[in-house]
Structure formats: structure tokens, C-alpha cells
């Protein structure tokens, strides 16, 4: 079946085009909006920050392909969504609620550059995140279950590092699962995704070597967030002052004594009891007295 692009045009009676502007795709800079104002100008949608075009309002041409219509679960309900691909790697950069001559048009966050080649060529975005022809970025994770927090390693061709926090002392089927889970509320948060749903494991679910899909999100966009949070001097992680996980980001790990130092290597070490000391972890009590 041929593809269909979808060019739309609209105030056409308005001749002063001196002031339109180009956006390109920020994956391969193929051109996909024209528009009379600057994008970041645009209302912003509260559940996803896609820039909000209203087509009888604007002038604009789209250059887009249909993709493929999905549904969407929101607060309250569900979504129906009519994608709009990029015409040449074929990534989702739009949407909109109605199949034909929508009223708005939504364009994803982070899917546009105002230059034509701010892509995988100048991001160099690693192999290890690619995008896939049904618009979502396959991301491949190498995780290693250990200490008390989760942490990203590094990034490279190969993989994404990954550290998750141990939780094999729930038992080995309630850990497992509690483990997956913490890594994938992390990438979630890390990516700054809208809802769980837009993350999944694809292939590799019980090992150490996982496949993600990852929806909505360009995959240069997913790299500079990735690198973004490597580059936090506080590490993210979900521990509470007791060891518990939580949801919280960007806490310091408890019980480090450094202020330039985060991590395991900087937790207090337990001191073993001694005959002298049989409670080292206890206050010390004043000279003379008896525990």
C-alpha cells in the first residue's frame, strides 16, 4: 500500500510569509513543519507538553505521513490518537484526535529542531538506542542488580549500564519482580515519560540483558536525558532514610559522611562487636555508667 503524506496548508490569503518558520525532524532534519510562529510560542498540553497547533488560527504546512492510531490511557479514560510520521525515518512527530481536517494538532515534545540537522549524526547517539519503523526507540539495557539504589552506569554502543537496587531479601520471586519494577519506574522518571505505559520490556524480561520499547520520545532525546542524569553530582535513586524504596529522586544516599561523595563506597561501615564495645553502634554512654 503507497504511503500517504499529509500536506496541509491553511490562511492562505495571508501573503507575508516573510515571517515563517522551518522545523525539522531531530532525528534525520527532514523538513516537517512550516509554521508563522516560533514552536515554543505554541500552548504546551498539560498531560504529554506537546505544542498545541490550532489549525484555523495558524498558517502552516505540514509535511507529514500518517502513521498508525493508537489509544491512549489518560486519567479518566482513554485517547484516540492519529499519528503523524516523518516522512523519511518514519518516527512519530505529531497527532491529532480526529482522522481528517483536525481543529489541533499536537506536536511532540523534543520531536522538532529549528535546524536542519540537529540529528543522530551530530548527538551521535549510541547503537544501542535505535529507532524502530513503528516509531518507538528500542533502548538495550545491561542490568546488575546491587546495593541499595538505582543507578545509571553508562552509556555506549554496546548497552546501557544499569545498577538496580537489590531486593532479594523479599524472597526470589517477590525480589525479581520488585526489581523490575524499581528499574522501570527509574527509566520512567529518568526520561521524563508521561506514564508507565509508554515504556515496556520487549525481549529479555527474566535476564541480565533486556530490549526496551520506549514511546514518544525521539531516541536523541532519550541519550541527552540519559547523559543528563549521569552528569547529577546528587544520584538518583529510590531509598528513604531506612533503606526503604521509594519514588523519590535525587536523594542523597543516607549515611554518607562526605559532602562531594554519593554512593555505596561512602555509607558508614557497621563496626563489629567487641568485649570492650558489645554495642558500637549505640551512643557511648558516660564514663563510669552501665548499659
Do not use: W
Amino acid at each position: 500500500m503507497p504511503k500517504r503524506s499529509t500536506h496541509t496548508y491553511a490562511s492562505e490569503e495571508n501573503e507575508d510569509v516573510s515571517q515563517l518558520l522551518v522545523y525539522y525532524c531531530l532525528y534525520c532534519g527532514e523538513t516537517a513543519l512550516i509554521l508563522d510562529s516560533a514552536l515554543e510560542n505554541l500552548p504546551k498540553r498539560s498531560t504529554d507538553a506537546s505544542a498545541v497547533l490550532e489549525t484555523k488560527t495558524h498558517m502552516h504546512k505540514i509535511m507529514l505521513e500518517k502513521g498508525e492510531q493508537k489509544l491512549i490511557k489518560r486519567n479518566g479514560g482513554y485517547e484516540q490518537q492519529y499519528r503523524l510520521n516523518c516522512s523519511k525515518c518514519e518516527l512519530p512527530i505529531a497527532y491529532q484526535s480526529v482522522k481528517e481536517t483536525p481543529e489541533y494538532v499536537f506536536f511532540l515534545d523534543g520531536s522538532l529542531s529549528a535546524q536542519p540537522k540537529v540529528s543522530f549524526k551530530q548527538v551521535d547517539v549510541p547503537r544501542c538506542i535505535q529507532p524502530t519503523a513503528s516509531g518507538a526507540v528500542k533502548l538495550k539495557v545491561h542490568t546488575t542488580i546491587e546495593g541499595p539504589r538505582c543507578i545509571i552506569n553508562s552509556v555506549d554502543d554496546d548497552c546501557l549500564r544499569m545498577t538496580v537496587k537489590d531486593c532479594s531479601h523479599l524472597g526470589e520471586e517477590a525480589g525479581d519482580k520488585k526489581q523490575k519494577e524499581l528499574m522501570m519506574m527509574f527509566l520512567q522518571k529518568t526520561l521524563g515519560l508521561a506514564g508507565k505505559h509508554q515504556i515496556k520490556i520487549d525481549m529479555g524480561a527474566n535476564m541480565k540483558t533486556k530490549i526496551l520499547l520506549i514511546d514518544d520520545i525521539p531516541p536523541a532525546t532519550v541519550y541527552e536525558r540519559l547523559q543528563e542524569v549521569m552528569s547529577q553530582k546528587t544520584k538518583m535513586g529510590f531509598v528513604d532514610i531506612h533503606g526503604r524504596a521509594t519514588a523519590q529522586l535525587f536523594e542523597r544516599m543516607p549515611g554518607t559522611e562526605s559532602e562531594e561523595k554519593y554512593g555505596t563506597e561512602n555509607l558508614r561501615k557497621k563496626q563489629k562487636p567487641t568485649a570492650e564495645n558489645p554495642f558500637p553502634d549505640q551512643p557511648s554512654l558516660p564514663s563510669g555508667a552501665k548499659r
